[in-house]
């Protein structure tokens, strides 16, 4: 990433990072929002609601709310099954969780939480609601998954699953958005809830075995019989994260060798080292964040981790170190429609539109129809849900695909999947995933990719989101013709909310950030460093242009 690393990044966390658990969770109940100021009141991205407490933009208010906001979009769409819900080993979910119960309650919503007060990540609360709906046409189940992600410690976060058990839509999240902002404009006057112990010991509250019921199915997934013949020694991870208890049963159910590296749990998560910005970030695609496990590389055949709600994946190599999301992606696809025979043989590749074009050779490679989306795991749902894409995948580390017999296993990003493929993978080729990539670059061609980031107005952020192909008046880019300019994905047709231009060689997109005041440049060659930085400066120009309201 083309941006200023911090003296701190890679270094264990200073005491000065590590956040006041105490005054978080107090601000989350003391501190009320200002629902009339935009950056408190609630707001769904891609990944849901996400804030600080100390910034008012994540408080037992929001939380509340959305709540409330959800119990009554379940009644309009008279969706009555259980609500399967989980949270994370970040300090604000537990008492969110807490709060959203004692809503649920009041609501007299069936709500199945985790046995025992376990941690659950993402892919559990998935595979969970899938498993209720399996041939059912009522009744039907839905989840709530109280995680921020990988943000930092301070941070609290809060996803809705309706009954296809991935991401909600945008039409779903702006009307439970809405309400929830309706709400807290009226004092929360509306909001039905009853006090926590009485929620916890409601009738319509029932324990569930998320832990059991995942771990037990791994093995439609994963070919454990391969990686336990062929003795691959692993290493895992957790961060610290909701999977931290998952791990051990794997490795004892399926006798396989995995080593847990840490099952710490700690809300300032003071173990981690320093991200690339200077804050602690539970990221496993980042090498400054995954220096521990990149320490130990040599002490396994391959090594992975998981971010804080394991829904994206982290993998290292003897051969290679930490692996770029991209790469892994791309020798992972290589690798399941080689060896997942029962898939349909129609089913197609999916990526979002910023990740790398060396998935679309493999594609072309395999034969696959490649499915090419705007970012959001949301827009792969459907089709992993009905088995026509066997793979969804997102360059930011996030990816789901099929059960080993074409049949759905989740529609929201699953890390720990990916993380075991990387062991099954090397159980069977001679090398490990970074070694597999070295042999995909040399007959596919090698791409070099680079991200950059930049302030943008509101207004200009709207201005780039509304940027036309007709606007870049351009032919070529960094000596190349260029063969395509878009605004809508090649997949579906939808919005990507900025463009994408491409030559034979390489690539750009640019969007504004859906969370930040900042717009973003993905670019990509497959020449070497000098082509990505010509398509970078010219991205950049075409881009500014666009701000500046002119065309390019």
């Not at 990526?351 to 705007?374: F, Q």
Request: aromatic share 8%; glycine share 10%.
């Amino acid at each position: 990433m083309s941006t200023t690393i911090s003296p701190l990044a890679g270094k264990p966390a200073p005491a000065s990072l590590l956040v006041d658990v105490s005054k978080l969770l107090a601000a989350y109940a003391d501190l009320r929002p200002d629902p009339s100021l935009p950056a408190q009141q609630v707001a769904f991205g891609t990944s849901g609601h996400r804030g600080s407490s100390f910034e008012r933009s994540f408080n037992e208010w929001h939380v509340l709310a959305i709540s409330q906001a959800i119990c009554e979009y379940r009644k309009g769409k008279q969706i009555n099954g259980p609500l399967y819900i989980g949270f994370d080993t970040h300090a604000l979910s537990q008492p969110a969780f807490e709060s959203a119960l004692e809503v649920l309650a009041a609501n007299g919503v069936e709500t199945m939480i985790a046995r025992g007060g376990e941690f659950t990540p993402t892919p559990a609360v998935s595979h969970a609601i899938l498993g209720h709906n399996h041939r059912r046409n009522s009744g039907l189940a839905d989840g709530i998954v109280v995680t921020p992600s990988h943000n930092p410690p301070d941070n609290g976060g809060f996803k809705y699953n309706p009954p296809n058990g991935g991401p909600a839509d945008v039409n779903i999240t702006d009307w439970i958005q809405d309400r929830a902002n309706a709400l807290m404009r009226g004092g929360l006057k509306e909001v039905r809830r009853v006090p926590f112990t009485q929620a916890r010991h409601a009738s319509t509250t029932h324990e569930f075995d998320f832990l059991d019921t995942y771990v037990g199915d791994l093995g439609s997934m994963i070919d454990f019989d391969a990686i336990r013949g062929a003795g691959i020694h692993m290493g895992v991870d957790p961060l610290g994260g909701a999977g931290v208890h998952y791990w051990a049963p794997i490795a004892e159910r399926y006798r396989i060798d995995l080593t847990v590296v840490s099952e710490e749990v700690d809300p300032q998560f003071g173990f981690m080292s320093v991200d690339w910005d200077g804050k602690i970030r539970m990221d496993p695609s980042s090498s400054y964040a995954m220096q521990r496990l990149i320490g130990l590389k040599s002490q396994y055949d391959v090594a992975f981790a998981c971010d804080t709600d394991h829904d994206r994946h982290g993998i290292v190599t003897r051969s290679s170190g930490l692996m770029v999301p991209n790469h892994y992606l791309s020798v992972l696809i290589d690798y399941l429609f080689h060896h997942r025979p029962q898939w349909n043989a129609k089913a197609a590749v999916g990526k979002t539109l910023v990740s790398t074009a060396l998935i679309d050779r493999v594609a072309r490679r395999l034969g696959r129809r490649l499915y090419e989306v705007p970012v959001g795991f949301k827009w792969f749902v459907d089709g992993l849900l009905d088995g026509s894409l066997g793979f969804g995948g997102e360059e930011s580390a996030g990816a789901s695909c099929l059960r080993r017999n074409g049949e759905v296993w989740t529609t929201d990003k699953d890390g720990i999947v990916p993380a075991l493929l990387s062991a099954e993978i090397t159980a069977r080729h001679e090398g490990d995933p970074g070694e597999r990539y070295r042999a995909l670059v040399q007959a596919l061609g090698e791409p070099v990719a680079d991200r950059v980031e930049a302030p943008a107005t509101a207004e200009q952020k709207a201005r780039l989101s509304r940027l036309s192909p007709k606007q870049v008046q351009s032919t070529a880019l960094a000596g190349e013709k260029i063969e395509s300019v878009i605004d809508r994905a090649p997949g579906n047709n939808a919005p990507i909310g900025g463009i994408k231009v491409s030559t034979a060689n390489g690539w750009f997109a640019a969007r504004p950030s859906g969370t930040e005041d900042i717009y973003k440049i993905y670019a990509e060659s497959f020449r070497d460093g000098a082509h990505l930085q010509s398509i970078l400066q010219e991205a950049q120009q075409i881009v500014d242009a666009a701000l500046k309201g002119s065309a390019a």
